[in-house]
């Protein structure tokens, strides 16, 4: 990662932890419902989805902070999809960033609950966006696509997809489509709406659609890549995981140095979306392209 995404990321990721631990102080919750969406919420992370709307915020132009409840949003999804992910009737993980995982600490009633609240408070939280000057009208669209994106057409689709896709070989077709909707539809909401509250043309609109979709894409390929290859220290979690399950994979499917060329293809496909895309301030977008690329964890 080079210094200045470091730096960037470092500022970014401050204020939204901020925020989002503010978004926990729910008065009238009860205990533990509220510890355990808290535990998730801010069990720290690479903060990459809220960190990209930000980015693409100050992109188009406009100040982040417009952009920060449907930052705090998005990390809340994301952090629902990863408590339900681990529970033992799905992945079964005991470990998440090198913690247990939560419901090995709140066990698993409290911790589907948890999902279920974190999941719905996304929704009050994006209406937050109104408050902070973007238009009444482009909130309601940017919470219609949240609903898109993150439900049974988009990353729930993608998960339970996954899941079907267990204990049998699939087509490459079939594990991109489980890659774009468990993984690339989160980060592709990430970018629109992002843009819808920036006004963003429809043209600009379609070729940062563009962008997030081969940046999403390639971030599971990573992923993947990383489960063969990775540093159990660096992932927080225990590699090979994927294989134990019986799951196709990108590695599995096309063997690590193909996995790597379509990663690169992805890459460079997203970059000439952004460039597409002209707009006003690129250069995070481009670093974190490149960063996902480059990752180790």
Known sequence: MNKTLERYIAEKSELINTSLQTSMELPGVPEPLRSAMAYSLNAGGKRLRPILVLATLEALGKPVEAGISIA???EMVHAYSLIHDDLPAMDNDDFRRGKPTNHKVFGEAMAILAGDALLTQAFETICEAE???VPAASVLQITRELSVFAGPKGMVGGQAADMEGENRSLSFEELKYIHLHKTADL???CVRAAAIAASAPDEQL????RFASNIGLA??????????????????????SDEKRKKSTYPSLLGIEHSERELSRLIDEAMRALAEANVA????????AEYIMERDH
């Open 206 to 209: 379609t070729c940062l659609t």
């Open 72 to 74: 705090c949003a998005v």
């Open 131 to 133: 408050k902070a000057g």
């Open 219 to 240: 971030f599971q390929v990573k992923d993947d890549i990383l489960d063969v290859i990775g540093d159990e220290a660096k992932l927080g979690k225990p590699v090979g």
């Open 281 to 288: 301030h690129d250069v995070v977008l481009r670093s974190l």
């Open 187 to 189: 980060l592709i909401f």
